[in-house]
């Protein structure tokens, strides 16, 4: 079956860019997107398409995706983007990544 | 405005059974493919199962095989996961989400709260 592999854990300052990747075989060729997700609280999407931002998502949410990597890069970080973020996909079914822990210290 | 709310979980003994159900709102629930997905207590994301839009297509994540069945009802704009032979692993928040993805392909821009189903004895 299909996998993607995430880093457990990024860590940012405040103002610094995130960059969260997820890897699988042939990635690149599949659309990827990102979830955020805060204790407590549902996912949202913040990415889809690879590249695509959902109406009311901010600017500073960027994704790419090439090669056997996605990436999902957080310009200018806050303190409030501090949550757990998914990569998902499909092959053949609906694949998530096991999540990201962004911490913004 | 978008809603979904997910009912139907609870405490239930290994082996029991559990009827989850999603009331959509607010959109076409007929255009949409429909999914559950599932997070165990401190886990992350797990793709249980989606159904296509007139119900023709039902897929499922191999460890539900045989044991949950996913359904629609148009009409009454919800979805729902009869879940048997409950395992203690199936422990877990259960989410109903909207496939924004035509193709079953995933990409949820929608998600309910979710319900937790806690498999214990």
């Known amino acids: 079956s299909y996998e993607l592999t995430q880093p457990p854990s990024v860590s940012v300052s405040p103002g610094q860019t995130a960059n969260i990747t997820c890897s699988g075989d042939k990635l690149g060729d599949k659309y990827a997107c990102w979830y955020q997700q805060k204790p407590g609280q549902s996912p949202v999407l913040v990415i889809y398409?690879?590249?695509k931002r959902p109406s009311g998502i901010p600017e500073r949410f960027s994704g790419s995706n090439s090669g056997n990597t996605a990436t999902l890069t957080i310009s200018g970080t806050q303190a409030l983007d501090e949550a757990d973020y998914y990569c998902q996909a499909w092959d053949s079914s609906v694949v998530f990544g096991g999540g990201t822990k962004l911490t913004v210290l | 405005e978008v809603q979904l709310v997910e009912s139907g979980g609870g405490l239930v003994q290994p082996g029991g059974s559990l009827r989850l159900s999603c009331a959509a709102s607010?959109?076409?629930?007929?255009?949409?493919?429909m999914s559950w997905v599932r997070q165990a207590p401190g886990k992350g994301l797990e793709w249980v199962a989606n159904i296509k839009q007139d119900g023709s297509e039902k897929y499922y994540v191999d460890s539900v095989k045989g044991r949950f069945t996913i359904s629609r009802d148009n009409a009454k704009n919800s979805l729902y996961l009869q879940m048997n032979s409950l395992r203690a692993e199936d422990t877990a928040v259960y989410y109903c989400?909207?496939?924004?993805?035509?193709?079953?392909?995933?990409?949820?821009?929608?998600w309910g709260q979710g319900t937790l189903v806690t498999v214990s004895s």
């Open positions: 398409q690879d590249i």
């Open positions: 607010g959109f076409t629930f007929s255009n949409y493919w």
């Open positions: 989400g909207r496939e924004f993805d035509s193709r079953g392909y995933g990409e949820f821009d929608y």
